[in-house]
């Protein structure tokens, strides 16, 4: 049978932000369709929202979940630089510090027509560790920011 | 044509196996400094190299690097310049790195093979995304990469 994720050469975000929710809850994933269609939350060790970027040939599956951080910006640029200085040491993603002063954390799948199940495993569990690594390897650089 | 990596758990072996696939592909490489990366010469310098996995999951990670001219922006500045772009995009990553580089990272992740279009496809939608931002931030950067 086949279990792929299947998106051709259609380029409609939001149909694969559809589709992507059906086919990640058949495969066990506990999942949620946002209100407007353009997000998928899936919860694992931390909530993602994931949403598309297609063109034909190439997909990509863009990941993000967020810490909220202390609101008093009086130390943003603190937070910048911790940001920088964990993009500048991983390779797995990339970090920020957002609008709302939460730690932002972003990962890209690419891929071309189809996406399998095992490569979607793979790089989920990729992401989740990579999370917490990132978290463990700064736990104390982050907490002068955190609530 | 395919990258086959099945069973290398070695970044030396797997980036190896992958400039030797780049060349047979037709893309032009040269030595990197100093590790067991290379460098992809096309519309940018790309220094690739992979991250092998022993679970049959491989990272290709595309770096390019720029100089920065000293004094043009202070550390705060590149901090919170890097972490807006990084805020506004999602195709890839940017600090300022150790050595005080602007540094653009690109990932494709895949498990035991790469097949030459994806590969293909890849370096020219970060090709294509390099140029965007290179447009869109001119003024800042023009002034501030040496």
Not at chain 2, 97 to 111: G, H, K, R, T
Request: glycine share 6%; hydrophobic share 40%; aromatic share 14%.
């Amino acid at each position: 049978m086949n279990m792929n994720f299947e998106l051709g050469d259609s380029d409609d975000d939001l149909a694969a932000v559809a589709s992507f929710h059906d086919w990640a809850q058949n495969l066990g994933y506990k999942t949620t369709l946002r209100p407007d269609g353009k997000m998928v939350g899936i919860r694992g060790r931390y909530g993602f929202d994931i949403h598309f970027r297609n063109s034909p040939g190439m997909k990509r599956l863009i990941m993000r979940c967020y810490f909220p951080s202390n609101p008093d910006r009086a130390d943003m640029p603190g937070r910048f630089a911790l940001a920088n200085q964990i993009n500048g040491t991983f390779n797995i993603g990339n970090f920020w510090f957002d609008g709302d002063a939460d730690f932002a954390c972003q990962f890209v799948l690419t891929f071309e027509e189809r996406l399998s199940p095992a490569l979607w495993r793979e790089y989920f569990s990729f992401c989740e560790a990579g999370v917490s690594q990132v978290i463990q390897q700064h736990a104390e650089d982050f907490r002068p920011f955190m609530k | 044509m395919n990258l086959d990596l099945i069973g290398i758990d070695d970044n030396e072996a797997a980036t190896r196996s992958l400039r030797e696939w780049c060349q047979q592909l037709g893309y032009r490489t040269k030595d990197a400094d100093g590790d067991v990366s290379f460098v992809v010469v096309g519309a940018r310098r790309w220094i690739i190299g992979i991250k092998a996995d022993r679970n049959s999951n491989h990272r290709l990670v595309a770096t390019c690097i720029f100089g920065t001219t000293p004094g043009y922006m202070s550390k705060e500045e590149w901090h919170k310049f890097c972490n807006d772009i990084n805020a506004r995009l999602n195709i890839g990553k940017f600090c300022l790195n150790n050595a005080d580089m602007f540094e653009i990272q690109f990932s494709l992740y895949f498990l035991e093979t790469l097949n030459p279009r994806l590969f293909r496809n890849f370096l020219a939608q970060i090709d294509d995304s390099m140029a965007h931002i290179l447009k869109e931030y001119r003024v800042v950067l023009e002034a501030a990469l040496e």
